[in-house]
């Protein structure tokens, strides 16, 4: 399993259209992926799963991916966190 | 017999056609034990992927029609439709509860409709529309009632519904459809900010229409004054049409106003601005070729929700009205709240008068944490344009101290903190509370400048509620004692080397406009719509004249006369 942390820096957090573009990232990978923030764990391939999370700036959130190909998922989630969502 | 149903004219024009009821479909379904479950989640397949065939062709419409923002929405709606937690769990309650997949999926979007609908987010409820518009596609094909499909429709029409969904506005076709009505709706609900953006005329709130407007019947979609005529006669369709090719021309005529300035006949520029209430109008500014923001209502960022907004969603908001007029003045109001603005989570005490309580800077100088938010998203957004903040419901130079205070104050809090701020922010008051009229010669010595809202200073000048129908004939924008305040306020910011303009709806208005520009004011905000007009009305006037006739006018008895006068001389 391969797993990362970051800390989401953008002022509406994971809203609207990041949070659209994490969910296409996401789904273009094999592996399962989730999002986790305050204890709670969702699908990253789901858009409403992941806009019901309501992250906010200042959060801390987890990303795990499990499967043939997590660690490229997670190098590609990484990727579009750190184009504009946080770090 | 002609039947006149009135509502509100969500999108300007004419438009004379036939009805086309588009009704909602049948979508009930009941909870059904499945004949044969993999009949069902094939069905189920199918109907998903017929769906999204439809999306992609309706988004790539609208992004032809109405460009990149508006087809968003659609993109949203096909992640939906590929989201594993609603079709996974629509198949699984299939499965394992041996249900029907209409039933399933009604029950598991409900669950989701209903958990958006929930969040005190904006945007989160929004959402829940969303997923209703898109599971009700789904639904109807998994049914196999056809939904009335718009894009098929292929003569003249005017569209009667209940309301209009994002996906049936965006099928809309320009050739064919020429104008909607609608029972439910305001000015800006998504129906009617898409029929103007399409510049499709359209009447929204009628109530009754579904009940009226019959398949076939002649409709008569006058969105310039929010009627509609159902079965008209000879003799109004000739009227209407005639009212609709002077439209038509005088759109053309403006149209090539948008870039001019605003000059009168003799050569004086008088500035023409705009109302707002969100960053979403700002579209119609530019379309109207405004030349700054008059009055931007900062209310509706706290109307509708649950909760105060915070000073970055307030921020974000500022800036990007701020750095989209790029440049041109920007008057931001101050919360104006109370009276008949209701905001639900701060349980305001009910009133007995409402308009004379606790209500705009009243209540903000009493719950300044919500003021002070407000100041502080005001001043980091200062930096990206040219900001004027006015403060509302100014009664005594007291209220106008305290609020410049604080706001001084949060200006030095962020300056510590090395946070930007304009240095050159005018501030000013809103002049609506005759007491503050009279005095305007001591308050031009301190604010930067004056805009009379004419709604509430009537109001309270004539002292006639203006929610209540039986004194409207008390709502004299043109009687001689209002013309003379105004007059006061004007030379009094004169006096101090300032400006006054003004943002109710008598600075849009055709037989005021004459009137104001010879008492002297500076800049007239108005609906974004106005703009054009007033514009061409201004070019035909020279001040020279409009300064006699506004001096005969203050000295005349009645409303009546002043309005006769100023048709006589200028219409």
């Known amino acids: ?87 | 017999m002609s039947n006149l149903l009135t509502g509100i004219g969500a999108s300007a024009g004419i438009a004379i056609a036939k009805a086309f009821r588009l009704e909602n479909p049948d979508l009930t379904v009941e909870k059904k034990q499945a004949e044969d479950i993999k009949a069902e989640l094939e069905n189920f397949n199918q109907a998903l992927k017929t769906s999204k065939q439809e999306l992609e062709v309706i988004k790539e419409k609208t992004r032809e029609q109405m460009g990149d923002e508006h087809a968003e929405i659609f993109s949203a709606h096909l992640l939906v439709l590929s989201d594993p937690e609603l079709v996974d769990t629509i198949r699984n309650k299939v499965r394992e509860e041996n249900v029907t997949a209409s039933f399933a999926l009604k029950e598991v979007s409900d669950q989701f409709i209903a958990m958006f609908e929930a969040m005190d987010n904006e945007y989160m409820k929004e959402r829940a529309a969303d997923i209703r518009d898109v599971s009700k596609r789904v639904l109807a094909h998994i049914l196999g009632t056809p939904i009335v499909s718009l894009a098929e429709i292929d003569e003249e029409v005017v569209i009667v519904a209940e309301d209009l969904t994002p996906s049936d506005t965006a099928q809309l076709n320009k050739q064919f459809v020429k104008g909607f009505v609608t029972d439910i709706g305001g000015r800006t609900s998504h129906s009617a900010i898409m029929a103007r953006s399409l510049e499709i005329p359209s009447v929204v709130g009628t109530k009754t229409i579904t009940d009226e407007g019959k398949n076939g019947i002649t409709v008569i979609v006058d969105g310039l004054e929010g009627k509609v005529i159902l079965n008209p006669s000879e003799e109004e369709i000739q009227e209407y049409k005639q009212k609709q090719a002077d439209y038509e021309e005088q759109k053309r005529e403006w149209a090539k106003l948008v870039n001019e300035k605003t000059l009168t006949k003799d050569g004086q520029h008088v500035e023409l601005a705009a109302n707002i209430g969100t960053p979403d109008d700002l579209e119609g500014v530019k379309n109207n070729g405004a030349e700054g923001i008059g009055l931007y209502r900062t209310e509706f960022l706290y109307m509708g929700r649950n909760e105060l907004p915070t000073e970055d969603e307030q921020y974000d908001a500022y800036k990007k009205v701020l750095e989209q007029m790029d440049g041109k003045p920007v008057v931001i109001r101050t919360l104006d709240i109370g009276g008949d603005k209701e905001l639900p989570y701060l349980d305001l005490p009910k009133e007995l008068n409402p308009f004379l309580g606790f209500r705009a800077i009243r209540l903000c100088l009493e719950r300044d944490d919500i003021f002070r938010t407000q100041l502080r998203a005001l001043l980091r957004a200062s930096s990206y344009g040219n900001l004027k903040i006015m403060f509302p419901m100014i009664a005594t130079l007291d209220e106008f101290r305290q609020a410049k205070q604080m706001l001084e104050e949060e200006k030095q809090v962020l300056i510590d903190k090395g946070i930007t701020v304009s240095d050159s922010i005018e501030i000013g008051i809103m002049v609506e509370i005759p007491s503050t009229a009279v005095m305007a010669a001591q308050f031009a010595k301190e604010v930067d400048f004056f805009s009379i809202g004419t709604n509430d200073l009537i109001q309270y000048t004539m002292a006639a509620d203006r929610m209540n129908e039986q004194v409207s004939y008390l709502y004299q924008p043109y009687n001689p004692a209002i013309l003379r305040l105004v007059k006061m306020v004007i030379e009094a910011s004169h006096k101090e080397g300032k400006w006054t303009g003004m943002c109710g709806e008598m600075a849009g208005d055709s037989v005021a406009i004459p009137l104001l520009l010879g008492l002297g004011l500076d800049e007239f905000s108005m609906s974004a719509t106005s703009v054009l007009p007033a514009r061409s009305q201004l070019a035909a006037i020279t001040k020279e004249d409009a300064e006699a006739a506004a001096l005969e006018a203050i000295e005349m008895n009645t409303a009546e006369e002043v309005k006769n006068f100023v048709e006589k001389k200028f219409l």
Do not use: C, W, Y
């Not at chain 1, 809203?15 to 923030?37: C, D, G, M, W, Y």
């Not at chain 1, 305050?38 to 959060?59: E, P, W």
């Open chain 1, 1 to 87: 399993m391969a797993e990362r942390n970051f800390t989401i820096t953008a002022e509406t957090g994971i809203h609207a259209r990041p949070a659209t573009q994490l969910v296409n990232k996401a789904s273009q990978f094999e592996s399962e992926i989730t999002l986790e923030h305050k204890g709670k764990a969702v699908n990253l391939k789901s858009i409403m799963g992941v806009m019901s999370l309501g992250v906010g700036q200042g959060a801390e959130v987890t990303i795990k991916a499990e499967g043939s190909d997590e660690e490229e998922a997670i190098k590609g989630i990484e990727e579009v966190i750190k184009e504009g969502l946080g770090e």
